[in-house]
């Protein structure tokens, strides 16, 4: 029996869980965009909210639900621009598997894959990048275990706690730059 030519691991779905997160930004004045953060109340940690994938719910749903939980702010994804290794409908049965970018998708643009603890299987974790439902500040309650606040981009990147988390804010930035300048 061959064996396969990648670096393979394999996890039963007992040993894996899939949570999604949504970078929020403010885009109201363009020129100033802010992103939220939520504070874990009991360690006092700036962090990229997330949460468990529900059984039968969409990545991008699960990543928008998480976002108002956790923050109590409604949000909706950005179609952005992004280069990517998804095919778009219309390719190929066999079109190339190499990045391409394309305009106005709503995909994640970022994987997290951690070992969780026990060394008992690993957690992927879906990035999105969402903006304010129709451009309202309005917030809902929000978990109580958080407190959730906007702050400029860069400013956000130095209050996370997680160097992992400034990663992804770094290229959900990155990506809202390209994306507005295509635009343009």
């Known amino acids: 029996m061959a064996a396969s030519h990648f670096s393979t691991q394999q996890y039963p779905s007992s040993q ?3 949570s999604c997160g949504a970078i929020l930004f403010d885009l109201s004045s ?3 965009a802010r992103v939220c953060l939520g504070n874990i109340l009991a360690k006092d940690e700036w962090v990229l909210v997330k949460g468990r994938r529900n059984m039968n719910e969409s990545r991008k749903d699960a990543a928008i639900r998480e976002l108002y939980e ?3 702010y409604r949000g909706k994804l950005l179609p952005v621009r992004l280069a990517t290794r998804v095919t778009v409908e219309g390719d190929a049965a066999d079109a190339p598997d190499k990045t391409r970018v394309h305009e106005g998708l709503t995909e994640p643009f970022m994987c997290t894959v951690r070992e969780v ?3 008992n299987g690993v957690k992927i974790i879906w990035w999105f990048i969402a903006v304010l439902e129709d451009g309202s500040a309005e917030r809902g309650p929000g978990e109580a275990t958080f407190r959730s606040e906007f ?3 860069e400013e956000a990147v130095e209050k996370l706690y997680f ?4 990663e ?3 290229r959900a930035i990155s990506i809202i730059n390209d994306t507005a300048a295509h635009e343009a």
């Open 151 to 153: 702050f400029g981009c």
């Open 16 to 18: 894996f869980v899939e």
């Open 30 to 32: 363009p020129s100033s």
């Open 70 to 72: 956790e923050t109590g």
């Open 168 to 170: 992804v804010l770094r």
């Open 163 to 166: 160097e992992t988390d400034r």
């Open 117 to 119: 603890p026990s060394g």
